[in-house]
């Protein structure tokens, strides 16, 4: 089961909150300090820079950030395609990828982090990733002097927009456009080709028994979009809803897309007369992929539109 979409479940079922991301933009200002008395000329004692946050708050950093802290597994793998990987001294014990991750100290589960760990290791930052982590955690960390931004995308131009802001507030700008650039490409490329071609309607499955899905919520609907198809729940509200059998049988999808999983590798008994069964279009793909609204979101799309629209990409197998 995949762990981020696991903890999304948990919370629909616990009647926790989603919240949608919201604006962006930076300021930059130069505070000096001027000495009463003093011959000297004024001394420059921090940059002062303001951030917007994914949840429109204002982030005002001084000085430069060195040491960062990631509760989920998405938002490690934004800072590592941000070029700030060594920035990072500690991260969730979900956060896997890239394989350097592995190495970074934990601070334990993305809902259960240990507070008392994160600020004895003096991180100048805090990203999390949802408004829940913000309302739990926030106090705590902004207590300890402890800043705390929001990443929370919601289409692939928001992924980029995250990486780049972190690369702002990082100073790693120069590593970050390039991966930007190139993950860009690839969209475009897969776009170009799945453009014109008639859309497959699809259902994402989350979970086989009970079944959850994506609603109009969530951040899958733009890359399935780009790869060709469009979700059957799409006008179902939030992002992960819970559907039932009823509900589930007049769907009757053209295909059906499997988050990898143990307990999720054939679709529901629901869709056993569904068009995507009949016509042997199920596919599977890695729950990673398409539970993180990272970077590999890019792998995610591809991955899709090869299976959805196959002759169009026939000559890159």
């Known amino acids: 089961m995949i762990k981020e979409v696991q903890i999304t479940i948990r919370l629909l079922i616990l009647a926790a909150v989603f919240v949608a991301a919201a604006c962006s933009g930076s ?9 009463p008395g003093s011959q000297e ?4 004692v921090s940059s002062i820079r303001n951030f917007m946050d994914d949840l429109g708050r204002n982030i005002e950093v001084k000085g430069e950030v060195r040491r960062v802290v990631s509760l989920a597994p998405s938002v490690t793998e934004l800072v590592f395609a941000a070029g700030g990987g060594d920035r990072l001294v500690g991260v969730t014990s979900f956060c896997d990828f890239p394989e350097q991750a592995k190495g970074i100290a934990k601070i334990g589960d993305t809902m259960n982090p240990n507070m008392e760990t994160i600020v004895a290791m003096k991180p100048d930052m805090v990203f999390v990733s949802t408004a829940s982590q913000v309302e ?9 002097g402890i800043l705390v ?11 980029f927009y995250n990486i780049r802001q972190i690369a702002d507030i990082l100073g790693t700008t120069d590593k970050a456009e390039p991966m930007i650039a190139a993950l860009r490409d690839r969209v475009g490329k897969v776009w170009t080709k799945t453009r014109p071609a008639e859309k497959v309607r699809v259902f994402v499955q989350i ?7 994506i609603g109009r919520d969530s951040f899958l609907n733009e890359p399935l979009a780009k790869a060709g198809a469009i979700s059957a729940t799409v006008d179902v509200e939030t992002a992960f809803p819970r559907l039932s059998k009823e509900s589930a049988l007049v769907l009757r999808p053209e295909a059906i897309i499997l988050s990898d999983s143990e307990d999720n590798r054939e679709p529901n008994e629901v869709f056993k007369d569904s068009p995507a069964v009949k016509n042997g279009r199920v596919y599977r793909i890695d729950a990673d992929l398409i539970s993180r609204p990272g970077p590999r979101l890019v792998d995610a799309l591809e991955k899709l539109a090869a299976m959805l629209h196959p002759d169009l990409f026939k000559r890159e197998e």
């Open 207 to 213: 979970s086989r028994e009970p079944l959850f899905t």
């Open 27 to 35: 300021t930059t200002s130069n505070a000096v300090l001027d000495v």
């Open 149 to 159: 931004y929001v990443t929370n995308p919601t289409t692939i131009d928001g992924v």
């Open 41 to 44: 000329a004024p001394t420059p």
């Open 136 to 144: 739990a955690f926030t106090k705590t960390l902004e207590q300890n």
